[in-house]
């Protein structure tokens, strides 16, 4: 079964879709707002959830440490709806153009050929799809971190 298929399958999957997509489509203003009611030190939703869980508050958007960590936390949950709908439109398109096998193929290369992907080399954000060669820095890769559970099921 592949992975358009498994998606389609997904439970609550409108919700699922809003929950995502939510962030690419509001402005930052109310972007904003939204983190700051979660986040807030006094009351936000984060610290009621860690406080039920028997954790102290966490200054979220003060401490240089966490606000660091909620910065890069809302800007993946902003960017990730956005993206998803180009992936999925990308496969499914594959699909419907009958480049099925030629994807499965290209996929085989470049984990068997791409260091790093493979284990023996430092992740990359990028990889030449021909050659395997790891494309801009090293050991940083949301995209892979993402998708690299997606591609070997």
């Given at each position: 079964m592949?992975?358009?298929?498994?998606?389609?399958?997904l439970r609550f999957r409108a919700g699922w879709r809003a929950v995502f997509f939510l962030p690419a489509i509001t402005t930052l203003v109310a972007y904003a707002v939204v983190f700051q009611v979660l986040l807030r030190t006094d009351g936000g939703l984060a610290?009621?959830?860690?406080?039920?869980?028997?954790?102290?508050?966490?200054?979220?958007l003060d401490s240089p440490t966490w606000a660091r960590i909620s910065l890069i936390g809302s800007v993946t949950w902003r960017w990730t709806g956005y993206n998803?709908?180009?992936?999925l439109a990308g496969?499914?398109?594959i699909g419907r153009h009958g480049w099925d096998e030629?994807?499965?193929?290209?996929?085989?290369?470049?984990?068997a050929t791409a260091a790093?992907?493979?284990?023996?080399?430092?992740?990359?954000?990028?990889?030449?799809?021909?050659?395997?060669?790891?494309?801009?820095?090293a050991n940083f890769s949301w995209s892979a971190a993402l998708l690299l559970p997606l591609l070997r099921t």
């Open positions: 592949d992975l358009v298929d498994r998606l389609a399958g610290n009621q959830l860690l406080q039920a869980l028997g954790a102290g508050p966490v200054d979220w998803t709908v180009i992936l496969l499914q398109a030629d994807a499965r193929r290209a996929v085989e290369r470049l984990l790093g992907l493979a284990g023996d080399g430092p992740l990359r954000e990028n990889y030449d799809p021909l050659t395997g060669e790891g494309r801009n820095s």
